[in-house]
């Protein structure tokens, strides 16, 4: 994989225990900076 222009970050929240599909909804107790950060950045992107 040679192109490397298509490539995209986006912020992760790893979960235990829990399988997220899309549209659901589930409450998450975050507590550690780095993900209340993944959390912020992802709202603000949409």
């Given at each position: ?10 912020p992760v929240l ?9 549209h659901m909804v ?21």
């Amino acid at each position: 994989m040679s192109d490397k222009q298509n490539l995209t970050n986006l912020p992760v929240l790893p979960l235990r225990d829990v399988v997220v599909y899309p549209h659901m909804v589930i409450p998450l107790f975050v507590g550690r900076d780095r993900s209340i950060q993944a959390i912020d950045l992802a709202m603000d992107d949409n």
